[in-house]
C-alpha cells in the first residue's frame, strides 16, 4: 500500500511547539546483508515551505528487515517568523542499493501556542 500520509503541511499563527506522533509500518529491503556504517531507519523532519529550507531534525529510529509497526514521537519549536512548514517522515541511512519502505502512515501534529 503505498504512503497515504508521510507529511503535514500548516501555517502557524504564532510562535510555539509541535508535537509529532507517526504511526507506521516499515520495512528495509535491499541487496546487502551488510548496511555499512550507516543503518536504515526513520527521521522526522521540519521544513520551511518557501524555499525548502531544514529548520529542525528529529531523532534517528532504527527500523527492521522485517515488517514492523513503530510509533515516532518529537517535539520541535516553531516560530512565526519561519512561516508555513512541512512536518515529514523520511528514511534515512543504508547502504546503497537499499530502501526503505512506509505505509500505513498516521500522522498527527499538534501545535502548542507560547
Known amino acids: 500500500m503505498p504512503n497515504p500520509?508521510?507529511?503535514?503541511?500548516?501555517?502557524?499563527?504564532?510562535?510555539?511547539?509541535?508535537?509529532?506522533?507517526?504511526?507506521?509500518?516499515v520495512q528495509q529491503s535491499?541487496?546487502?546483508?551488510?548496511?555499512?556504517?550507516?543503518s536504515?531507519?526513520?527521521?522526522?523532519?521540519?521544513?520551511?515551505?518557501a524555499g525548502g529550507a531544514l529548520l529542525q531534525t528529529g531523532s534517528f529510529q532504527?527500523?527492521?528487515?522485517?515488517?514492523m509497526s513503530q510509533t515516532y514521537k518529537a517535539t520541535f519549536p516553531v516560530?512565526?517568523?519561519?512561516?508555513?512548514?512541512?512536518?515529514?517522515?523520511?528514511?534515512?541511512?543504508?547502504a546503497s542499493g537499499t530502501s526503505i519502505s512506509f505505509w500505513d502512515v498516521d500522522m498527527v501534529v499538534e501545535f502548542i501556542k507560547r
Open 79 to 94: 516560530l512565526l517568523s519561519d512561516g508555513a512548514i512541512t512536518v515529514s517522515l523520511n528514511g534515512s541511512g543504508g
Open 30 to 38: 535491499g541487496t546487502s546483508s551488510d548496511w555499512g556504517g550507516s
Open 62 to 67: 532504527p527500523c527492521s528487515r522485517t515488517r
Open 5 to 25: 500520509i508521510n507529511s503535514i503541511t500548516f501555517d502557524p499563527d504564532t510562535d510555539g511547539t509541535i508535537s509529532c506522533t507517526a504511526t507506521y509500518s
Open 40 to 49: 536504515p531507519g526513520s527521521i522526522m523532519r521540519v521544513n520551511k515551505v
